[in-house]
């Protein structure tokens, strides 16, 4: 792979009156040409400030930025314009009354000149860029009358008309629903494959990121910039040290988080513990403060999950309810438990009752 941005020694921040307020320091990493790159980290970790100085929307307090091997200070606005585009987060706002054709368009200014006309050349840079985005239909609709995964597409769709090497993304997927969160960075890595361009985006959708990226960039203000595959971070543990928090878990094995619940008693689970149902059965009893295992003496009421569509309540061996939705378990099952338990959950979820 081709290195397309370095940067060297980086530090961001602010300057003020003569003070500098430093963001994050001595941050060295680099993007390749043909790979997604996603940068993450906590609230507050220097995401957006070091996006806006890899854009050159703000200085640098000491170190660089090369692009193409040169200092991103070298390059007069129109010619870094031919090699950066960016995406913000709410640029889509301001064209509202704007014609999805008309926004892509605005891609073609670095060629365009003053007036901004697009010649035949041009118009067939933006047909070409709908279609690698496949949002032909949307040529002549109006901004205000798409949806917020429709407006991203066509955002990125102008930057592709930009005919940069590189594309700088701020929090692409902010405002979209789930199943276009998917879309909009599965739609980046194809391009990013296809159209060999470095595209580097900053995010706060964790899981998406580890599932999609090629490269991810982690960034905190304890541990700095770490950089790596999914797959890499996840074995070297870095994953953890820089999101889990208390009442959250990183499956190494699925690349995942999983919300970690507090227990405060235990309710004896028979059945096939293979089957959806046994497995889903466990999740909302876990959710619920009850955590299953195989046997519990001390308590006569159990449940039986055989994988046939039932969920069955046994009171000292005996059968006494059968259901097929787990809703309608738990409103059986639960304040059977816990009646008696109140306290318990309370004292182990640090929850006191209203006075």
């Not at 704007?98 to 060629?111: C, E, H, I, L, N």
């Not at 991810?216 to 541990?223: F, G, N, P, R, T």
Request: net charge neutral.
């Amino acid at each position: 792979m081709t290195t397309s941005v370095e940067l060297k020694n980086l530090t961001t921040g602010y300057k003020h009156r003569g003070n500098e307020r430093i963001v994050s320091k001595d941050l060295n990493a680099t993007l390749a040409t043909g790979e997604l790159t996603c940068l993450l980290g906590p609230n507050g970790a220097g995401k957006s400030t070091l996006l806006r100085t890899m854009c050159a929307f703000q200085p640098a307090l000491s170190g660089t930025v090369e692009v193409a091997g040169h200092p991103i200070t070298s390059y007069k606005e129109q010619a870094l314009a031919k090699h950066i585009s960016v995406v913000l987060t709410d640029e889509a706002a301001g064209v509202k009354n704007m014609t999805a054709f008309d926004v892509v368009g605005m891609g073609r200014s670095p060629y365009t000149g003053f007036w901004g006309k697009l010649n035949d050349k041009d118009k067939t840079v933006v047909n070409k860029c709908f279609q690698w985005v496949s949002i032909e239909p949307l040529k002549e609709r109006k901004m205000s009358t798409l949806s917020d995964g429709e407006c991203q597409k066509v955002m990125i769709a102008k930057a592709l008309a930009q005919e940069t090497p590189i594309v700088f993304l701020d929090e692409p997927t902010a405002y979209l629903d789930y199943p276009s969160k998917i879309q909009t960075m599965m739609l980046l890595h194809r391009l990013a494959r296809t159209l060999k361009k470095t595209i580097f985006l900053s995010t706060h959708d964790l899981e998406h990121a580890l599932q999609v990226a090629d490269q991810i960039w982690l960034l905190d203000q304890e541990h700095g910039l770490t950089t790596g595959s999914p797959e890499d971070l996840s074995i070297e543990g870095w994953i953890e040290q820089y999101f889990n928090r208390e009442g959250i878990a990183f499956d190494r094995n699925l690349g995942t988080f999983h919300i970690s619940h507090e227990t405060a008693r235990e309710v004896a689970m028979q059945g096939d513990a293979s089957t959806l149902e046994w497995r889903l059965c466990q999740k909302a009893l876990m959710r619920n403060g009850i955590l299953p295992v195989e046997r519990t003496p001390e308590c006569p009421v159990s449940i039986l999950v055989p994988g046939d569509g039932t969920y069955r309540l046994m009171e000292n061996g005996k059968e006494t309810y059968n259901v097929k939705r787990i809703e309608h378990l738990l409103r059986t099952i639960v304040p059977s438990i816990i009646k008696n338990q109140i306290a318990a959950i309370r004292e182990a979820a640090d929850l006191k009752p209203y006075e």
